[in-house]
């Protein structure tokens, strides 16, 4: 004696939270893998995609990138930040010079040297700065990245999806329901073939 079991059960939940649009199944319904099962309002998943989207231009931009730039082939001297810098420096290094050559003939003092060259190093100190804070920029355009294809996936995954061919056992929700992560929307299994359980002595 024995019984006879499903070859495969799932209780399938859902990888994100949200309200339930419409359940596509009903009980005994028979679906194949990757037939959709219910959906979630896409609404809010697509404004975070845009947001992701809006937030992975600004970083971009914030570089100057233009559309199809790659950062990674960034020349990092060329940037607006870095280029500003630079300019300061150079205007610095000149304004020692001229001091220096000035200096021989008393007609400056001793303190507007020191002052040339206190600006020239804090010109250098802030050129280092700017190229450290392109780096920044660059690592925020791939955590933006990130976000934006994390916003993407959220967006699929809106979408049910039957992990294996079976029928619907349950189905736990109907529409306008809000479901959290992993709350069951439908039991699915499988009973072709059949499993037998039995104790053998």
């Not at 495969?8 to 319904?29: F, I, N, P």
């Not at 404004?47 to 990092?76: F, H, I, M, T, Y």
């Not at 190229?131 to 959220?154: D, S």
Request: net charge negative; charged share 25%.
């Amino acid at each position: 004696q024995g019984s006879l079991l499903a070859d495969e059960h799932a209780v399938v939940g859902t990888k994100v939270a949200g309200r339930v649009q419409k359940v596509h199944v009903d009980l005994g319904s028979r679906v194949a893998a990757g037939d959709l099962l219910a959906t979630l309002e896409p609404e809010d998943f697509d404004l975070q995609v845009r947001e992701a989207e809006a937030q992975l231009e600004q970083a971009r931009v914030n570089l100057g990138l233009k559309p199809g730039d790659s950062e990674e082939q960034l020349d990092r001297k060329q940037t607006p930040d870095f280029a500003r810098e630079e300019a300061l420096r150079s205007q610095a290094r000149a304004n020692l010079q001229r001091a220096q050559s000035l200096a021989p003939n008393h007609a400056i003092t001793a303190e507007e040297l020191e002052q040339s060259q206190a600006d020239l190093q804090v010109a250098e100190a802030r050129c280092r700065s700017a190229l450290n804070a392109v780096e920044e920029q660059i690592a925020l355009i791939g955590v933006r990245r990130a976000e934006l294809a994390l916003a993407k996936q959220a967006r699929v995954d809106a979408e049910l999806r039957a992990p294996f061919a079976g029928c619907v056992q349950q189905r736990h929700v109907a529409p306008g329901t809000y479901v959290q992560v992993g709350q069951p929307i439908v039991s699915l299994v499988r009973a072709d073939p059949l499993r037998f359980r039995a104790g053998v002595p």
